[in-house]
Structure formats: C-alpha cells, structure tokens
C-alpha cells in the first residue's frame, strides 16, 4: 500500500471549515483513499472513502486531486466533537480478504476544533 | 442495533497469566481483524480471519492466539509469550472482499 503524509497537528475554530490535507504521491490506479478518525480513547471511525471522483456524504467531502497524489478532506462545519486525530490511509480494494485488506494507520493528524 | 462490540473495556493481566479479550459483532460480516495500538502510533494487525475456523497471522501475531468458531466471535488472547503487552486493542470486522472495516470501541490492557 502506498504511504502517506500528514501534518501532525491543525487548529480550527467551530463552524469553520476544517481541511485536513494528505499527500499519497506513490499511490497506484487501483488503490482507494480512505479516511478515518479517532476520538481519544475510543476505536476509530471510518469517514469517507473514494478512488478518483470527489465524494461526499453526511460526515465530510473528499476532494481527490486529478493526478490522484494527493486529497484532501473536509469538514464543512466543524464541531467540538470533531476533535480527533484523523487518519488518512491508501489500499487497494481487492477481491481478497482479511490481510489483503490490512489497514496501514499512520500517526494521522490532530484536529483541534476550539471555541 | 447493528456494530461492533469489546469487553472489557479495561483488562488487568498479572504476569504469567493469559487473559483474553472478547469481540462480538452483529452485522453479519466475514472478515474479523485485532488491531494493537500504542500510545502516539497508528494500529497493528495482530490477526485476522476471512471466514469461520479460518484465521492468519497478522505483522505481529507473537505471544497472541485467536479462535473463530463462529461468525458473530473472534476473541483474542494474550499469552504470557507476549511480554510487552500494555496497549489498546482494538477489533474490526468487514464484509470481505474490498469492504469498509468498522471498529469496536476497544480494550485497554493494562499490566500489574
């Protein structure tokens, strides 16, 4: 799976938009950008996901950019509950199972949403 | 409600002995995984397991069992081979093939 950089810590205030950027210049065409976050203490939580095209559901939006090497994901009204360490991750989706599917966590990047 | 679940939340091992860790899911998936994470670092596969009485070895299976016996289970045991074993554990399951893996809230192992 291809590795992937980013920051180590941002800052935003409540009901901004919060944009957490990840560089993933190695990636190949068949694997997938994932997000997802984890709030301190408890298991983490998958956000969003997508391959090529922008995405967005209820959680966030993916912005992927047309040379795949980078994407970026948004929180378009950030909360206080929104403080997290978020994880950007890059695998590809194959037919096969278990390990195939391992997910490879960096250190993420620490959002804190603040007043 | 459909998720994930661990017990306990907070796991006491003495030295010597082993202890083993719950993980329950309803959502009727196949594929079942035990992550480690250490205080400031990403999560490591331990084991997982594609399909009942089926598992594999993970990047750092050493010291740690598993069983999967049924579909809904796939407890974890930590072994007294594991001697460094203070961490958050964490279990996931999947449908399979290129699914989305969730998350239960975890366990964490404290040693005494």
């Known amino acids: 799976d291809a590795k992937t950089t980013q920051p180590p810590s941002m800052d935003c205030a409540e009901g901004r938009a919060a944009n957490l950027p990840c560089n993933h210049s190695?990636?190949?065409?068949?694997?997938?950008v994932y997000w997802y976050r984890q709030i301190h203490s408890q298991g983490p939580q998958y956000i969003i996901h997508?391959?090529?095209n922008n995405e967005t559901n209820e959680m966030a939006s993916l912005i992927i950019t047309e040379d795949r090497k980078s994407s970026t994901l948004i929180l378009p009204h950030a909360t206080l509950r929104d403080t997290a360490v978020y994880y950007c991750?890059?695998?590809?989706?194959?037919?096969?199972?278990?390990?195939?599917?391992?997910?490879?966590f960096g250190t993420g990047t620490q959002l804190k949403v603040e007043l | 409600d459909g998720g994930i679940t661990q017990s306990p939340k907070y796991l006491f091992r003495k030295e010597g002995q082993n202890v083993t860790l719950s993980c329950e899911q309803n959502?009727?998936?196949?594929?079942m995984y035990w992550y480690r994470q250490d205080p400031g670092q990403g999560l490591r596969l331990i084991y997982y397991?594609?399909?009942?009485?089926?598992?594999q070895k993970g990047d750092i299976a050493e010291g740690y069992s598993v069983s999967r016996e049924k579909k809904e289970s796939f407890p974890l045991t930590v072994t007294s081979a594991q001697k460094n074993p203070t961490a958050f554990y964490l279990c996931?399951?999947?449908?399979?093939?290129?699914?989305?893996?969730?998350f239960g809230p975890g366990t964490r192992l404290l040693v005494l």
């Open positions: 996931a399951s999947s449908i399979g093939g290129p699914g989305t893996q969730y």
């Open positions: 991750i890059v695998r590809v989706a194959s037919l096969r199972t278990g390990g195939g599917n391992k997910l490879t």
């Open positions: 959502l009727n998936h196949d594929a």
């Open positions: 190695t990636i190949s065409g068949n694997e997938y």
């Open positions: 397991s594609q399909i009942v009485n089926d598992f």
């Open positions: 997508g391959l090529k």
